[in-house]
């Protein structure tokens, strides 16, 4: 089975606190998603990747940003964040064309 | 971006009911996905259907790719089905499996006992 482990499952950090989310995936998958869910706007995609130290702008990069090193590992980074960062944010992975894979989610709490 | 419809955004359904849920795409989409999320926050993947038909125990999915709808049937409903069930998709032209899927906002489903 597919596994995509994310670091924590909550997180509480202070205004202005740079954050770093990570996940890692165990499928070798070239391509790896950060995405937030939030009540009434659903599931929306924050950044992607489709392989190591490529990385693509989604619907919604503003006010984040993303490493992968390497492979397996993809982190979103909050350079300074902010209580509208309050979130559930949700990495997954997948092959092309084939099923996506999500994370537990790490639900994060801004003051 | 493509618009992504499901209904009904909510079903309150007695164990051992049927139900069909549907999800309606404004464009043409590849890789369409139907996502369980339980009331933990887990989200699973139900199926990866293109399209056709494909079945997993009570569970069963068919996407018409033509007329850009896909439906997801659940019989004999238990109380674990309970949750928020999401379809998403790329766009045709999009090129290629790594962009990112567009979801819908799912339909809320609980199974009272």
């Known amino acids: 089975d597919v596994k995509v482990t994310q670091s924590s499952r909550y997180l509480v950090k202070r205004t202005g606190e740079k954050v770093f989310l990570e996940c890692v995936q165990d499928m070798d998958h070239e391509n790896m998603f950060w995405y937030r869910q939030d009540p009434g706007l659903g599931l929306r995609l924050i950044y992607f990747s489709y392989d190591v130290k490529m990385k693509e702008k989604g619907d919604i990069p503003e006010g984040y940003s993303v490493s992968r090193e390497k492979k397996e590992r993809f982190s979103l980074i909050l350079e300074s964040a902010s209580t509208n960062q309050t979130s559930m944010y949700l990495c997954?992975?997948?092959?092309?064309?084939?099923?996506?894979?999500f994370g537990n989610g790490t639900r994060l709490t801004v003051t | 971006g493509i618009q992504v419809e499901q209904s009904p955004p909510d079903l309150i359904l007695q164990e051992g009911a049927n139900s069909t849920l549907r999800c309606n795409f404004s464009d043409s989409v590849n890789n369409l996905q139907w996502f369980h999320q339980n009331p933990w926050g887990q989200l699973i993947n139900l199926f990866y259907i293109p399209s056709g038909t494909k079945q997993n125990g009570r569970l069963s999915a068919t996407t018409v790719a033509t007329e850009r709808y896909s439906l997801l049937y659940i019989s004999s409903s238990q109380t674990t089905d309970s949750g928020v069930y999401f379809c998403a998709g790329h766009v045709m032209y999009s090129g290629g499996g790594a962009d990112g899927l567009t979801f819908g906002k799912g339909t809320h489903l609980i199974i009272q006992p």
């Open positions: 997954a992975s997948s092959l092309d064309n084939s099923p996506l894979h």
